[in-house]
């Protein structure tokens, strides 16, 4: 089965600092992994996926994420956070055969000014 | 339209009460999920759908919950007599059948049984 653990249920950062969320993976498969964020009561809207191609995946709004298959991780991180960041964000892994989504429990991020 | 639509966004309801939640896939997306989340968790595996055919419906917590899809494009989340663990958002997600494409989630609908 797949899981994914997510360190740190939150995080502070001040504005213009560096974020790093935390994912770490289990799977016996090779995984296709995503992270989505999600502002107060707003969907997932998603931000960046890893398919097997490139291990370091750029995404939107100045995000990336490194595969390192040797960790089984897919840490994200911002060279600089914005307030605008300030949301929870998810982790997911899926399975071999579809979409279905296995999430972790979710970071909230704080961006102090 | 342009995302996923659901409906209601907000649902009140007694415990004992039977609930339907809507979703409207974007359109021309072939699979679709229904997610659970609880306050405070990520969402959580419900079930799933590709086309009309419902493939995967190992994560309803019980048989009081039930998905249709019946034309393949709009589905309904039914809940029977609803108990104060079912308070949570349901999300409903669409995508292509390719491998690893994305998701694409609505706004979800938050169920309050009181």
């Known amino acids: 089965a797949q899981s994914v653990t997510q360190l740190g249920s939150h995080v502070s950062v001040s504005e213009g600092a560096l974020v790093l969320l935390r994912c770490n993976y289990s799977?016996?498969?090779?995984?296709?992994l995503f992270w989505y964020v999600q502002y107060p009561n707003q969907g997932l809207q998603l931000l960046l996926k890893?398919?097997?191609?490139?291990?370091l995946v750029k995404g939107i709004n100045g995000f990336e994420a490194e595969f390192k298959k040797s960790e089984t991780s897919f840490h994200l991180t911002k060279p600089s956070a914005h307030m605008s960041d300030a949301a929870e964000y998810f982790c997911?892994?899926?399975?071999?055969?579809?979409?279905?989504?296995?999430f972790g429990a979710g970071t909230i991020l704080r961006v102090k000014s | 339209g342009a995302g996923v639509s659901q409906s209601p966004r907000y649902k009140v309801a007694k415990r004992g009460q039977d609930v339907a939640l809507r979703c409207d896939p974007i359109?021309?997306?072939?699979?679709l999920f229904w997610y659970q989340q609880a306050l405070g968790q990520g969402p959580e595996f419900l079930t799933y759908?590709?086309?009309?055919?419902?493939?995967?419906k190992s994560g309803l917590p019980s048989d009081r919950f039930f998905a249709e899809r019946p034309e393949g494009s709009v589905s309904t989340l039914k809940i029977q007599r609803t108990q104060q663990e079912d308070s949570a958002v349901y999300l409903c997600?669409?995508?292509?059948?390719?491998?690893?494409?994305?998701?694409?989630f609505g706004q979800g609908t938050r169920l309050t049984v009181v």
């Open positions: 997600a669409s995508s292509r059948r390719d491998r690893g494409t994305e998701a694409f």
């Open positions: 997911a892994v899926s399975d071999s055969y579809g979409n279905k989504l296995v």
């Open positions: 359109s021309g997306h072939v699979s």
């Open positions: 759908f590709q086309n009309e055919a419902q493939l995967d």
């Open positions: 890893y398919t097997s191609a490139a291990t």
């Open positions: 799977s016996s498969v090779p995984p296709y």
